[in-house]
C-alpha cells in the first residue's frame, strides 16, 4: 500500500525522566482511511512499561491514543539515552470488528496478509525547575495526581516544549527519519503482556497472604476464647475445691469437740472395770 493505514503523532515517545517516579506520555493513531483499522502495541521491554490500551480498532477517518507508564526507575541511563522501542502494528479488519474479538493471530502475515508495522523510539528529558506552589495548590496537585486526573496529554505537550528548547544532540536522530522496520525485526518486540501477568501473579499472593494472615487472626482469636473459657473453669474449681475444703475442716473440727468427751469417759470406765477385778 502507497498510504499509511495509521499517521502517529508524535513519532517519538517523550518522558520526563526523575529517579523513583512514574511518567506518563500519550500517543495519538489517527485512521485517514475508509476502512476499519486494528492496532497492536509491542515493546522491547514489557516490564519497564504499562500500555493502555494495547490493542484496539479505529474507524474511518477517526483518531484514537494509548497511554504509555514509564515504570520508577532505580537508576538513570548513561547520557540520558534509551534504547527502548515500540512497534505499532495495524492491518485492515471487517466492520463488525470489536476490541475483543483482536488476537495475535490477526497480525499474522500469513497468506499474504498486509500488516503495516512503525517503529517508534523513546526519549528521556530532565525534568523542568519546579514552580513554588501554595500548601493549597500543592495539596490539590497531589490530590489529582492521586485521583488520576493530570491528562498525559498535557505532560506530553510540556516535555515537547523542553524538548524545543534543549540543544539537539549529535546522536539524535529526528523521529521522522524512522521508517518502518521490516518484519523480521517484529520478533524483537512483545505484546507487553509479562507486566500484567506479574501484577496479576502479584496481586494473587497479595490475596493469599491476607487470605492467610486472616485464618492466622481467626486460629488466634479461637485460642484466646479457649483460653479464657478455661480459666473461667479453673476459676469456678478452685472456688468449688476451697468451698468443700472449708466445710470439711468445720466438719473434722466439730466431731474432734464433740467426741473427745464420750472417748474419755470410755477409758476412764474402762480403768475402773479393770482396778474393779483387780481388788477383787
Known sequence: MNTRLLEIHPRELKFIFELNKHSLC?????NNTLDHVAFKVKITSPKKYYVRPKVGIIEPNSTREFTVRMQAQKLAPPDMLCKD???????????????????????????????????????????????????????????????G????NNLCKAVEEIVEQEPLNKNHVPSNAMEPEPASLA??????????????????????????????????????????????????????????????????????????????????????????????
Open 26 to 30: 500519550s500517543i495519538q493513531l489517527t
Open 187 to 280: 520478533n524483537d518486540f512483545v505484546d507487553g503482556n509479562g507486566e500484567d501477568l506479574e501484577m496479576i501473579k502479584h496481586l494473587e499472593e497479595l490475596k493469599l497472604k491476607l487470605s492467610e494472615l486472616e485464618l492466622k487472626l481467626c486460629q488466634a482469636q479461637n485460642a484466646i476464647s479457649k483460653l479464657k473459657e478455661e480459666k473461667q473453669i479453673s476459676i469456678q474449681e478452685t472456688k468449688l475445691l476451697q468451698e468443700n475444703f472449708s466445710e470439711l475442716r468445720k466438719t473434722e473440727l466439730n466431731s474432734v469437740q464433740v467426741g473427745f468427751p464420750v472417748l474419755y469417759l470410755y477409758m476412764v470406765a474402762l480403768v475402773c472395770t479393770f482396778l474393779g477385778r483387780f481388788l477383787r
Open 85 to 147: 522501542k515500540f512497534l505499532i502494528q495495524s492491518t485492515v479488519v471487517p466492520a463488525d470488528t470489536a476490541d475483543e474479538d483482536i488476537t495475535s493471530s490477526l497480525f499474522s502475515k500469513e497468506g499474504g496478509k498486509y500488516i503495516e508495522e512503525q517503529k517508534l523510539g523513546v526519549t528521556l528529558v530532565s525534568p523542568p525547575i519546579s514552580p513554588v506552589f501554595s500548601p493549597v495548590d500543592e495539596a490539590k496537585r497531589e490530590e489529582e495526581v492521586a485521583l
Open 149 to 152: 486526573v493530570t491528562e498525559p
